[in-house]
C-alpha cells in the first residue's frame, strides 16, 4: 500500500501542487533557463488540459507556465521510461502552439515554447544531465530552423560534469539521493510536506490512483493488441514479442488489483 508520507516531488500530484506555486516555479525555470532571463511568472496551472478537435488527442500538462514575455513552459515529471517519449515531446509541443496561436493570428505571434521532461533516469544512455534538442539542418548543423521550439530532457541520475551545482542538487533531490543543504531543494522539501497535507485534506489522491489505474490498463492493453497483431507472422521474434505484451498485461492486471485495494483504504 502506498502512504500519502512516502510520496517524494516524483509523484506527478506532488509534482504539479508544488510547482504550481511561482515561489517555487520561478527558480527552477531560471536554473534551466538562465540566459532568457525570466523577471516574472504571468500565468501558471496545474495539470493544464489542452484539447484540439474531437477526434485527436488531448494532452494534460503537470504543469504549464507563461512568462511576463509570453513565453511558454510545461513542465513534466516523468517517472516511467517508455519508448514512446521522444514523441510524445513531439506532440506536447504541438498541442502547447494550438493553445499559444489563436484563430486569426499569424504564426509570427507564436511565441517560443519549451518542453521539459524531469526523469529519474537516463533516457538516452549518456551520463548527461541535461539533453536539449532544436530543430537543425541536417545538411549544415549550424543552420537552425529558427521555430522557437525546444525540447529538454533532464537526467536526475547523470554522472557528468555538464550543468551548474544547484542544478545538480535539484536533480538529486529527484532521485532521492541528496544530502546537502541548498536553501531551494530545502524549500522545495518543505512544499512537498505541504503538498501531502493539501492533497490528504482534498482527497485528491483517490482521485490519482483511478487516474493511474485506467492509464495502465489502457496502455497495456494497447500493448497487447500490438503483440496480437505481430504474433500473425511467422518468426520467432515476433511470436517471443507478442508473449512480452501478454506477460506485461497480466503485471498491469495485478498492479490494477494492488490500486484497488490501496484505494479502498484510503476510502475507508
Known amino acids: 500500500m502506498t502512504n500519502l508520507e512516502s510520496l517524494t516531488i516524483q509523484n506527478r500530484l506532488i509534482f504539479a501542487h508544488v510547482m ?49 514575455e509570453g ?10 521510461n517508455t519508448r514512446s517519449l521522444p514523441r510524445r515531446s513531439r506532440y506536447y509541443s504541438s498541442m502547447m502552439d494550438v493553445d499559444l496561436l489563436q484563430k486569426s493570428e499569424s504564426y509570427d505571434a507564436l511565441a517560443p515554447a519549451y518542453v521539459v521532461f524531469i526523469c529519474p ?10 539533453y536539449t534538442f532544436r530543430n537543425t539542418c541536417l545538411e549544415d548543423g549550424t543552420i537552425e530552423l529558427g521555430d522557437r521550439s525546444e525540447k529538454i530532457f533532464l537526467n536526475a541520475k ?7 551545482e544547484e542544478l545538480k542538487d535539484f536533480l538529486e533531490y529527484v532521485a532521492g539521493s541528496y544530502e546537502g543543504k541548498d536553501a531551494y531543494v530545502e524549500k522545495l522539501n518543505l512544499a512537498v510536506q505541504d503538498a501531502r497535507q493539501s492533497i490528504s485534506r482534498k482527497r485528491g489522491y483517490m482521485n490519482y490512483i483511478d487516474e493511474m489505474k485506467h492509464e495502465r490498463y489502457e496502455g497495456r492493453e494497447e500493448g497487447r493488441e500490438e503483440g496480437r497483431a505481430e504474433e500473425r507472422g511467422n518468426t520467432e521474434r515476433e511470436r517471443k514479442r507478442a508473449e512480452e505484451a501478454e506477460a506485461q498485461l497480466q503485471q498491469t492486471r495485478e498492479y490494477v488489483e494492488s490500486l484497488e485495494k490501496e484505494l479502498k483504504a484510503l476510502r475507508g
Not at 511558454?72 to 515529471?77: C, D, I, P, S, V
Open 20 to 68: 504550481s506555486k511561482e515561489e517555487n516555479c520561478l527558480p527552477l525555470l531560471k536554473m534551466l533557463f538562465p540566459h532568457l532571463n525570466i523577471l516574472r511568472i504571468e500565468y501558471v496551472e496545474a495539470e493544464k488540459t489542452v484539447e484540439d478537435t474531437l477526434v485527436s488527442k488531448g494532452v494534460r500538462f503537470d504543469v504549464y507556465v507563461k512568462d511576463v
Open 121 to 130: 533516469f537516463d533516457l538516452f544512455g549518456k551520463g548527461l544531465h541535461r
Open 71 to 80: 513565453r511558454a513552459f510545461t513542465l513534466e515529471m516523468q517517472v516511467e
Open 158 to 164: 547523470g554522472t557528468a560534469d555538464d550543468v551548474p
